[in-house]
């Protein structure tokens, strides 16, 4: 489990990141950092999130900044069993999502705003990503999106199939499993009422 707790005041800016485990309890992977946040953890026990407003994962006990040379705000929302990080930037004159990967770096995914907030949710073990934006090729409004290598990233709304799909918006896809099914939030454009709604790849 991972997560982050005020230490002091959060005014003074006393936040960091914790790893729990049943042997160890309760450890800071980001000692001294002002603010931390931890957000995911993957099988290795290595943990992502924000780093004094860097986007961070740990590798063992080492800290390894991610967003390096992003303007703004950048934190870690997701990271998988190969270390790779869905990563969100908040920037007052831009937003973007990246994908981070071990060898690789920082890899843009496509959905680059001046107006829309932008976020990578989730990534999976074949390194797709999740999340809200809206990609290149698509109408220029944010919706649920789906990164994966060769395709880039794809609205959600443009791969519903199947009857009554008309009446449904996909607002925003917040995990996905290596089966490739997405967990997402659709707004029913007849009631006015968002739902969770589980996606299902067709084969």
């Known amino acids: 489990m991972t997560g982050w707790s005020s230490i002091t005041p959060?005014?003074?800016g006393g936040q960091e990141a914790f790893r729990h485990t049943d042997a160890g309890g309760m450890v800071s992977v980001t000692p001294g950092a002002r603010p931390a946040f931890g957000y995911d953890i993957n099988a290795a026990g290595d943990v992502t999130g924000e780093y004094e407003y860097e986007a961070f994962r740990t590798v063992g006990t080492t800290i390894e900044i991610l967003s390096e040379g992003l303007e703004g705000n950048a934190a870690g929302e997701d990271i998988n069993a190969s270390g790779q990080v869905a990563l969100t930037q908040e920037n007052p004159d831009e937003h973007d999502a990246w994908r981070w990967s071990p060898g690789v770096g920082l890899e843009d995914l496509g959905l680059a705003s001046e107006d829309e907030r932008i976020f990578a949710h989730a990534i999976n073990t074949a390194g797709d990503v999740v999340g809200k934006g809206s990609p290149a090729a698509s109408a220029d409004i944010a919706?649920?999106?789906?990164?994966?290598?060769?395709?880039g990233s794809i609205n959600l709304n443009e791969l519903l199939t199947g009857p009554g799909v008309q009446k449904w918006f996909i607002a925003e896809a917040w995990d996905i499993n290596d089966a490739g099914q997405i967990v997402a939030d659709a707004l029913n454009l007849r009631t006015g009422k968002h739902q969770a709604v589980r996606l299902?790849?067709?084969p």
Do not use: I, R, T
């Open 10 to 12: 959060y005014a003074f």
């Open 143 to 151: 919706a649920g999106f789906v990164f994966s290598d060769g395709l």
């Open 200 to 202: 299902d790849p067709v």
